[in-house]
């Protein structure tokens, strides 16, 4: 059952705001479900106007709760999820019997088909695009490189991708294709230190006074320990 339940609050980085949050509203929008014995789970940053159901309102596994947003205090979009057991927080791979070992408890609170589609990545490769120029933190994060069409007149295509929890001897390869498939742009970049948070960036200036117009891809490519992770972005120029 709902027992908690907050929509209104404005997606927006609580740094961008001109007055601070007030405590009660670092959650931002969200739900709090009362699981039963005892076991609770809270949403928090969810989006505004996104919040499907209301306090008292009973759910079920599988119902669509909301939408990611930007609420709350945080600086990007991304859900706070959180559990707890008889208001102590526990950690639903691990369960209600801590072990010392990192990884999957004996007995997990989630089921076995919910476990496969939660794979634990360490390094994880989560976000990508393209830029015009060297790109911004800050409009990386507001979500300001998202277009999918642009002028053949700009100065300089850039790809850039953010990853998490990277390690020295990390490759990042950077490869860009024209509009005829051909490749115009590759780049490979050396993680020299371990980071928690790293964004990296790579491209070319404007052949001429403008790009040969069509569709131009950059496929990204995170080389680590475990594997590897790709993303392949796409911008139509005309």
Partial sequence: MVIGQRDGVEDISFKERTTPLVSSLFCGNGLTIDHGDGLVTQYCHMKKGSVFFFKGDRVKQGDFLGYVGLSGQTEFPHLHFQVTKDKQVIDP?????????????????????????????????????FSFQKPDYKAIRAGLYKA??????????????????????????FEIYGPGGQKIHQKTVNIN?????????????????????????????LKHINGESKIIQKIKMN
């Fill in 148 to 173: 999918k069409v642009v002028s053949t007149k700009i100065s300089a295509l850039v790809a850039w991708a953010e990853m998490f929890r990277v390690k020295a001897g990390n490759k990042i390869i």
């Fill in 93 to 129: 791979f691990a369960g209600l019997d801590r072990q010392k070992k990192c990884g999957v408890g004996k007995q997990p609170l989630w089921d076995a088909k919910t476990l496969e589609r939660l794979p634990y990545g360490p390094t994880v490769l989560y976000n990508a695009g």
């Fill in 193 to 221: 230190a371990d980071k928690a948070h790293y964004t990296a960036y790579s491209g070319l200036r404007r052949p001429g006074k403008e790009w040969p117009s069509g569709t131009y891809q950059t496929k990204i490519t």
